[in-house]
């Protein structure tokens, strides 16, 4: 028995265990090596014999390229399963982090039982830890593959732990016995705990990162250190004879190392071997450099410096964009869940960020976590050095990010500028994608050479995005919530599924805009042909066109064109759909084959060469028509499809004929125009008859002084200035705020009809009484840009409190106002309502700010509860965020159509000949030349909120579906519904509504439903002018003019079929 215990003490029997590790790390690194050193010389051969065989180095080279592809898509997938980006992959790493605790705390088990470090095998513990180790090697395997620089993976730390552990468990299974020497290089696995806590979001801040940090080297090195120190003074020095060892525990071992890295050394516990004492020395001088409070803070910006110096490898077949510019946590954050939102494919396009400044803590913190998908680089996009060094020639595009809360909007600007003209100059063929935050800046990037829109060269203008967003929503409340889900796909799908009663007709997914070709056959057919065509057959709506014009290739969005527009081939369509899938059957879609289809499931490509040409659609529509819809079917569920075509009247056009006649725009023909007014003429006062007789405007309250950067109000005023709008229609905007604000905006929107000024607060009850904020349509309040607060929720704190003001003016009405509702309801008039809410639409800053606003209505309101109940259907108003817009980067990206689109929407239909040519216009807008008024604003539509209950769409039941709406609108009046504003349910004494984008076509209407409309400038939505255009209908009952859509034909009489 003695005798078995003096060989299990020998140097040999340590040596069994240690020298199978240093066999397997010498022998991996020899190979990698070896590795290394032939590739290079097959390289260095194929390179001397493609000289005289390029046909067999060609063949070799599209073999290499179409391998590549396929590694490179495994690749990705274990390294999003290593970085925790997966449900699997995060359960993995957190395994292996857990499991390499359990080994440790077996170590310590161990260490407990056993006097000395051998322990009689077998052991039930041991089985556990062997399972352990198992796992381990698997998961080694796993990171060699993920690899991209095997040399360096190998030397890791976390590698030379896994070689000093892993073998030694399995000699133990051959010598049956077990060592527990070199166990204690677990305890380094504690160094990954701040990779842990980073990837389940516990530590987000500066802080707690560098807090776990320090807590993991900490307990990390103070473990490892002392369980060195143990085995070496329990084992001695191996070449000293006899051993010079000491019996010492683990608990005094780590007492040792804690008085040596503190350098206090009391002396009561010393170490005795040679192995011993060196040790320490060189741990002295770590502990230092470890615990030193500016040392490691160095160390750490050197090394990252080093790292983030590399160069890009540029793979055959893999996709990647590099975003520069604004490389901030905020603005990463953001632009990371909105990218990869966007990107569905199975394998992600990487990206590659190019900063000026090296990331901060949580900054590296996010790349870690997104360490899959991302990497950073630090350089500029000025140096062409550093575009080398990202790839930028073979990029996908290169996304240039601006601080929209840049103090200095105007050099944020050109120094986005500048970085375009960088990229341009030495990379033409790039694809760049810029945010800008003033739109008057755009003018410089048409002048920089290569250029091209054609190409998908896009401008994201954040003020005129934004602001033109808030003026639709001044005319058209709700719209922003609408456009919100149909482009970003952000539509709250839980508020739609609580306020309708209707759940099972709301669809699983949301609907979006997208765009694909149309089908050949629906060439020289009206753009009304074959929006409804779509409608009926394909259950798709079809919200414009692209029109190519030009021998360059120029190209033009219309928007429910008018009906002199006829379609081409190859032409683009933008719809409003659940899915790729359903958009493509409208390129699929055969007059041949297609004409008897009742399902739109059934619609697929076909390989027919037979195309319809002999009828026209309004023909094969006559013929088609009761064979739609299947005879089994309700006739109130296919009313609308048995709805005859019918077309506008030619009444119609006399209305806008007579009022364009009165009408001047700007050389442009999109905006109405009128001579410069002076300020003074322009100023209001509290005694001025103009301000006492306000009545349905518009009131703007501005935030700004002297020193504030300019807004740029004329981006707020042209969407509301359209000349598609007629001239009656246009509302009084009343502009509150500080004069000297307002006086370095008024030359730019002095040229414009039914502008005032109000100097003022709008956190001055007694101004917002001067400009009748009660009377008002709908309130505008914007904030000017300001140097950032400390605090976030600081920021917005202006337009906050004037939202809550303007509120509290409105649930308090005044005493004539209360006189009023009591005499209108003495005289039996119940109907009527008491109190008007007003839409206020308020722009945020920071998003989370919301929550200040939108709050449930007060409990102790002075209103009446019979009196809430009976107020107004207005809505309650919107709010208006930044990160919308940045959602439009990653958008544009995939699909720079829908940003043109959105921007035909919002600014009523600019493109970029026109922008160029206004923003050349530095003195304002001049007057247009005779005779070009009414060519400009035929082919545009406006966008309009209709309500079931006016006489434009009186023909409409109860009975009625969406689709039954959808049809009678499109026939009658050329008029496109695409959304609907809903009632929410009782108690809603607010009559607070919600959006839903594009019903359901079975969804039954409500009297007191709002419609989201495309409207044909031709058709006036104000009560004047529909109740003319309506007489006109009525004195046609019987028989209708059914107008030829294109113009150089005539009327021909069609009988009226529901006569």
Known sequence: MTEESDITSTLQFQLAFIIPSLFVFLGGLFTILAFRLARYMYGFILEQIGRRKDKDVWWLRKRKQSSVYLVRVF?????????????????????????????????FVNLAEEEGYQISFPDSIIYVDTGFNAFFLFYFGLRFVAADDKLRFWLELNSLVDFFTIPPVFVSYYIDRNWLGLRFLRALRLLELPRILQFLRVTKNNYSIKLSKLFAVFIGTWLTAAGFIHLVENNGDPWVQPANSQSITYLKCMYLVMVTMSTVGYGDIVVQTALGRTFIIFFIIGGLVLFA???????????????????????????????????????????????????TGKVCTEILFLGESLPSLELEAVFKCYSAYTTFFYGSALKSGDLKRVGMESANACLILADVCSPQPYTEDTCNIMRVLSIKNHYPNTRVILQIIQSRNKVHLPNIPNWDCRRGDSIICLAELKLGFIAQSCLVPGLSTLLTSLFIGKENTETKRKYLKDKMLLGDKDYKVMTFQLSDDFADMTFIEVCRLCFVKLNLVLLGIELKFGSRGESTILINPSSGIKLHRNTMGFFIAHSLAEVKKAQFYCKACHSDVQDPEQIKKCHCKRRV???????????????????????????????????????????????????????????????????QEALLTCNDQAALNLQDHILVCVFGDANSPLIGLEDFVMPLRASNFIYHELKDIVFLGSLEYLQREWKFIQNFPKLWLFSGSALCCADLRAVNVQDCSACAILSSTTIASSNPSLVDTESILATLNIRSMQDKPSSASLDAVFRGRALGNQSEPCYKRIPITTELKSSPNAQFINQAPSGNSEIPEQDQLSTTAAPAGAIFSDSFLNSLLSMTYYNHHILALLQTLVTSGTSPALEEQLLEMDSGLSRSPDGMVQNASQLRCKLALLPLSERLLTRVTQEDSFGDVYCKALDLFGILCFGLYRLMEEPNPYKNRFVIARPASDLKMLPTDLLFCLVPFNVATTDDQRGEMESQLGSKKTGLKDCSLSPDTTCREERNPNS
């Open 613 to 679: 040409h002999s009828k026209s659609f309004s023909e094969i529509l006559k013929l088609r028509r009761g064979s739609f819809v299947s005879h089994g079917e309700p006739a109130k569920s296919r009313s609308f499809i048995n709805l005859p075509p019918q077309r506008f009247v030619d009444g119609v056009l006399d209305i806008q004929g007579k009022e364009n006649s009165r009408v001047v725009l700007d050389p442009t023909g999109r905006f109405h125009w009128c001579d410069a007014v002076p300020l």
């Open 293 to 343: 409070n500016i040392i490691p803070e160095v160390v750490e910006i050197v090394e990252s410096h080093k790292s983030y110096k590399s160069s890009y490898e540029v793979v055959s077949g893999k996709n990647y964009v590099v975003v520069c510019g604004n490389i901030t946590l905020e603005s990463v954050t953001t632009f990371l869940q909105d990218f990869l939102l966007q990107d």
């Open 75 to 107: 690749f990705t997938h274990v390294e999003m399963m290593l970085s925790a980006q997966t449900s699997m992959g995060c359960v993995l790493v957190i395994l292996v982090f857990l499991l390499n605790i359990g080994s440790l705390i077996i170590y």
